[in-house]
């Protein structure tokens, strides 16, 4: 049985962790990527179908490739990110059923009912790039996410010819509290948000 | 900036972790159902949105309006769990932005555009869902998220004449390893999920 954590991982992955829209100018390294996924990739998803696929962008190549289709309010904050992150769906996820759920045919409730395979994909793709954003919170990095940005145009320019569409973005680094942090909006209260029946 | 979090907290939030289809005879309280949801509601959602409305079922009368919603396999160990929390959304959240996003009209970004609102409700829902089975890992709780339910069922039982609609469910209490725990199922490795772009 698990303990509740210390109050500062506690701050640290909601309480004072912020959306950040400026970041220092310091390195994300590829060992990080690969830390943060390793994290992520644990986290549940329906019949562990696991239909994320994650595009980082790091080069001025691929940030330019991104730079058309951001909406105007996030096109500097995220060209000038150390790392973008695509958080996209395979639609296509049963494909690796066999693999990722060995123990019953689970490729089979999907491959003939593409309507549910599209909201499974989006709903469990989207879970894991929440897990996204805590892994990157638990090792010690700060997130940006973002939804304004013209997902089509993503879709040709980094899936054509694939079952993968991007579902939102996520700037990655080390945040910069100094700059364009803004103040804390407020939160629903619990009778607001939540019943107990 | 922050540091990278102790290694046992990181097995308990994503390492260890596990989906529980049994839990131990041990109440989870009001006092904790509302520590999950403050840590939760911080999490990050477009403009703020916050769309996902919870309902934490836990008395038997909550328990016997869910039940004919489940399915078979999902059944018995929902009616057994200390807690189930229906995570919805909202599809009028953006009546709320007013309070929640005070600096812009965010609301009218929405209130003519249906389709947009349904897909950042659900989109925004389903993180804060993700935050909801991160922040029960964090304060010491297991949790069995499913979406194997009748939605529309659901939905006019606990939601009838609202705006919102049923996403997933999550059983929460203290797993019992020693009963019903599946052996942990493979993850895609980093080059089957991931690039680097």
Redesign the interface.
């Given at each position: 049985?698990?303990?509740?954590?210390?109050e500062a991982?506690?701050d640290?992955?909601?309480?004072t962790?912020r959306?950040y829209n400026a970041f220092?100018p310091k390195e994300v390294s590829?060992e990080q990527?690969?830390a943060l996924?390793?994290?992520?990739?644990?986290?549940?998803t329906?019949a562990?179908s696991?239909p994320?696929?994650?595009?980082?962008?790091?080069?001025k190549?691929?940030k330019e490739?991104l730079k058309p289709f951001l909406s105007e309010g996030n096109r500097a904050k995220t060209l000038a990110a150390p790392v973008t992150a695509i958080v996209a769906n395979d639609h296509t996820f049963y494909e690796?059923l066999p693999?990722?759920?060995?123990?019953a045919d689970a490729r089979s409730w999907f491959v003939d009912n593409q309507v549910l395979a599209d909201i499974?994909a989006?709903?469990n793709a989207?879970?894991?790039?929440?897990?996204v954003?805590?892994?990157a919170?638990?090792?010690?990095?700060?997130?940006g996410?973002?939804?304004?940005f013209d997902n089509a145009g993503v879709d040709e320019a980094?899936f054509a010819g694939t079952s993968i569409k991007s579902?939102?973005l996520i700037n990655i680094g080390?945040g910069d509290a100094s700059r364009d942090l803004?103040p804390r909006?407020?939160?629903?209260s619990?009778d607001?948000?939540?019943?107990?029946?």
């Open positions: 049985m698990s303990e509740k954590l210390a991982a506690l640290q992955l909601f309480r962790a959306t220092l590829v990527l690969h996924y390793d994290l992520a990739k644990f986290g549940p329906s562990n696991s994320m696929r994650l595009v980082f962008v790091t080069s190549e691929g490739k690796k693999q990722l759920f060995p123990h499974t989006f709903r989207t879970l894991q790039g929440a897990y954003i805590m892994a919170r638990s090792i010690g990095l700060d997130c996410p973002m939804s304004g980094f579902n939102f080390y803004f909006s407020p939160r629903l619990f607001e948000a939540c019943r107990i029946d």
